[in-house]
């Protein structure tokens, strides 16, 4: 049984039930709060995954343009 399976296998009254005891643990007031920061981390993981992707195929290009030959670079750099 994979981890997808399991959410797979998650309904209304397992939501419900996750819902009841996080309203018991933080109270009602603390509840927005921390969805407003559940959402800004969320953001921030996946800006910085973007940016982190970005950088790996900046590198990638680097490094196959410093593995060509000198003679290519002279032309390249020439054109």
Not at 49 to 71: F, I, K, L, V, W
Request: aromatic content about 4%; cysteine-free; proline content about 4%.
């Amino acid at each position: 049984m994979g981890i997808l399976a399991i959410f797979q296998s998650i309904g209304l009254p397992e939501i419900v039930l996750v819902l009841a005891v996080l309203l018991l643990l933080f109270g009602a007031r603390k509840l927005p709060e921390l969805a407003k920061s559940l959402g800004r981390s969320t953001k921030e993981f996946k800006s910085g995954m973007r940016d982190g992707a970005a950088e790996d195929e900046e590198e990638d290009r680097q490094g196959e343009a410093s593995t060509e030959s000198p003679a290519a670079e002279k032309q390249a750099r020439s054109e």
